[in-house]
């Protein structure tokens, strides 16, 4: 268990107040409080950590925690806030008290994923002697219990708004950035959106208790801390009582190293920090966002252009839990029907926030991010994919069937030297490092080399080495990576999955096959030899064929039944697929009027 401090007194009355509890009887409460303590737990301190064993059930009485998961390579990744009057640990006490083996004892299961205090906060432990004579007096409590947690590990998809971040501290990096011109310009978009929000400065909020703050955060939707960056007690308590912090920096600045000063920060801590970049024109940048990122420890950049605008309704929908992420499954020229699914998206004023994708679909996600309108994306996709064949420079293979200079030449072409953090939609693509059997997320860095890598099939196009990492397609690992958009933002995801059809190979061109030169005359350089569709089809298919499914608000399924992996010609009927399948799921979602409800 992580530290805190133990306070000796009757906890009972504390239980009484806890609303899930409401509904015990008084002789079971105090019997329960018997069993139960109530603790302190300052900002940053960990309740409990991934490992340890579950012996406990807890109430939070007030402040705010976090709960996090071990990510990939060490990392944690935040999964939600627990609010005043929300049960923690409660899944690890449960399996706790199942007798797994068959052995009659009963052991403590350890803890899955760590939590911390965001802020100070308040806690009561109940042991499982303590919880089980509640359960055996209430027992309705067993039920709202099991509603809870098939709620946190059932439908992944869903969002809880108790578990998003609510108290937003913007700090400004420079004396000339408008921090209450910026904030109220938020909160207009958010009242637009209908979420109620209040904005606090210095002269409000300076030398107030905890309890301020958290009567602020029960009525209202966002609340807006704002600061300029110092060695002050309002930057120190403002940083402190952040559910997520943004730094709110000039794009033709530089960070200052180290951007914090000193501060035990949970949020700074804990990476629960954003960098919004504000563009007021065209002005030259000074440093990459990048650079911003290592700075501040931050884990997202935004871009802000104007005051008010497109970028501003960005920014108030990630606030209030209402943006919008587009995830483009990888799936060679089926991809395309991504194409028509942005545009009946765009069509029906459904706004992209946030867009990635593996393979093919990283490419047709990046043109999204570029910012090109859907006559662009269909001009460049064409000039690039369709009038001739991207995989058509076939050489005998050594690493892969073809040289992928076309492939090479193509990407520089139309993404050119664009870096993914100078993007204005938030950008994903993922690849597979074969050295280490992991996915990797390119979230920074050349977008082209970003795309490279994801579309590199093995066996097909060369792989692309960085340092001693060798990177294929993103489809091998994870094709449908709706579990990392879930991970960039809480908002609405909204999956297109093209490899959902099942796609035979054609079996007479692998009964006595010819040799490669034999293959070449009867056939040319400009065919491909069956190995390609081989390849093509052993690095996209997947174990497990509704990954990712649960995962998403909306789930566009074309049908591509008739449209092969390499038929890259078949454009025009791959894309208006993609745009009817995307306007039938829309017919029967609420997903427009709750993201964008004005």
Not at 406 to 414: G, I, M, P, W
């Amino acid at each position: 268990m992580g530290m805190f401090k133990t306070m000796s007194i009757d906890v009972t009355p504390a239980l009484k107040n806890i609303p899930f509890l409401k509904d015990v009887p008084a002789r079971a409460m105090k019997a329960a409080g018997k069993e139960a303590k109530w603790f302190s737990l300052p900002a940053g301190g960990a309740l409990f950590k991934a490992g340890e064993p579950a012996d406990c059930i807890y109430f939070v009485l007030s402040g705010s925690l976090g709960a996090f998961h071990d990510g990939p390579e060490g990392a944690s990744d935040f999964i939600g806030h627990i609010r005043a009057g929300e049960p923690v640990g409660e899944m690890a006490l449960f399996l706790g008290g199942i007798d797994m083996d068959g052995s009659g004892q009963i052991d403590d299961a350890p803890h899955t994923g760590s939590v911390y205090a965001i802020r100070d906060s308040e806690v009561i432990a109940i042991t499982r002697k303590g919880w089980e004579r509640m359960v055996k007096a209430e027992p309705e409590l067993l039920e709202a219990m099991i509603r809870i947690i098939l709620r946190r590990v059932g439908r992944a998809g869903q969002r809880s708004t108790r578990a998003a971040p609510k108290v937003f501290t913007m700090v400004a990096t420079s004396p000339t950035i408008d921090l209450s011109l910026r904030a109220k310009s938020l909160a207009a978009c958010l009242g637009q959106l209908g979420s109620s929000c209040i904005i606090i400065s210095e002269k409000e909020g300076d030398e107030k208790p905890a309890s301020f703050f958290d009567e602020l955060e029960m009525n209202h939707d966002v609340v807006i801390l704002t600061s300029t960056i110092g060695d002050n007690a309002w930057f120190r308590l403002s940083i402190r009582q952040a559910d997520r912090i943004w730094v709110m920096a000039r794009a033709d600045a530089r960070p200052s190293i180290p951007l914090f000063p000193d501060d035990n920060s949970p949020a700074l801590a804990l990476k629960l920090v954003d960098v919004v970049l504000l563009h007021h024109g065209n002005e030259r940048r000074a440093a990459r966002p990048l650079e911003w990122l290592e700075a501040s420890g931050g884990s997202r950049v935004f871009h802000w252009t104007g005051v008010q605008g497109e970028s501003c309704g960005r920014l108030a929908r990630i606030m209030s839990g209402r943006s919008v992420g587009v995830v483009m499954s990888g799936g060679g020229a089926r991809a395309y029907s991504h194409i028509g699914m942005v545009r009946a998206l765009r069509e029906q004023g459904i706004p992209i926030d946030f867009v990635g994708g593996s393979s093919m679909g990283a490419v047709i996600a990046a043109c999204v991010a570029m910012g090109w309108d859907d006559k662009e994306i269909d001009w460049r996709i064409r000039k690039a994919f369709v009038e001739t064949n991207p995989l058509g420079d076939y050489n005998l293979p050594v690493v892969g069937m073809v040289k992928g200079l076309r492939v090479n030449a193509r990407l520089k072409e139309h993404f050119g030297d664009a870096e993914i953090g100078d993007l204005g939609i938030p950008f994903f693509a993922t690849s597979t490092n074969l050295n280490t059997g992991t996915l990797r997320l390119h979230r920074s860095g050349l977008l082209r080399e970003a795309l490279r890598a994801s579309i590199s099939l093995p066996g097909i196009l060369p792989p692309v080495v960085d340092g001693h990492d060798v990177l294929v397609d993103g489809a091998v690992l994870n094709n449908f990576p709706v579990d990392v958009m879930r991970e960039m933002h809480r908002g609405y995801v909204v999956g297109g999955d093209v490899t959902q059809q099942a796609e035979g190979l054609n079996v007479e061109e692998f009964i006595n096959p010819p040799n490669f030169f034999r293959w070449v005359l009867m056939n040319g350089f400009s065919a491909a030899p069956p190995i390609a569709g081989l390849l093509m089809r052993a690095a996209t298919i997947r174990a497990d064929r509704t990954f990712g499914r649960d995962m998403t608000d909306l789930l566009i399924l074309p049908d591509l039944i008739d449209t092969e992996l390499r038929d890259w010609e078949a454009y025009d009927a791959t894309v208006e697929a993609g745009y009817e399948a995307t306007k039938m799921a829309l017919e029967t979602s609420d997903i427009r009027q709750n993201c964008c409800p004005v």
